[in-house]
C-alpha cells in the first residue's frame, strides 16, 4: 500500500545511514505537522498515548506497528536504531533493523509516520 492513500498519518522522522556504523540516525523533524497541517509540539513524539506507526520506503508502507510504551513514539522506535545488540531484542526487533539496515544502504529513502490513537 502506498503512503498517498492513509490519510491520518503524519512524518515524524527520516532514517540515515551513519558512515561506518550498524547504527542507524532517525532524524526526527523539527516542524511537526499532523495530517490535516496543524503544527504540533515536540512533546507529541514523548506522550504516553497509544500509538500506530508506520515504516515507509520510496513511497510504500513496509510494517505497520503499535505500542502503548512509556516514552511515546521516540521510545517506540530506539530498538530499531541498532536492533537492540546491547539487549537481548526480540527476533522481530532485530528483524526490523536488520531489514532498516539493508534497505538504507541500497539508498532506499526510509520514513517514519504516526497515527496518534483517537477516542471514538
Not at 23 to 39: A, H, I, P, V
Not at 63 to 70: E, H
Amino acid at each position: 500500500m502506498k503512503i498517498s492513500e492513509v490519510k491520518t498519518a503524519f512524518k515524524v522522522a527520516d532514517v540515515e545511514f551513519v558512515a561506518g556504523s550498524t547504527k542507524l540516525n532517525f532524524n526526527y523533524l523539527k516542524d511537526l505537522r499532523d495530517e490535516n497541517g496543524k503544527s504540533l509540539p515536540q512533546s507529541i513524539l514523548t506522550q504516553n498515548v497509544a500509538r500506530v506507526y508506520l515504516i515507509v520506503v520510496d513511497g510504500v508502507i513496509k510494517k505497520i506497528g503499535g505500542s502503548q510504551a512509556v516514552g511515546g513514539i521516540k521510545n517506540t522506535l530506539e530498538i530499531y536504531k541498532d536492533g537492540g545488540v546491547k539487549g537481548r531484542p526480540s527476533i522481530r526487533s532485530f528483524g526490523v533493523w536488520y531489514f532498516l539496515y539493508h534497505t538504507i544502504l541500497s539508498g532506499a529513502k526510509i520514513e517514519f509516520l504516526y497515527d496518534l490513537s483517537r477516542e471514538f
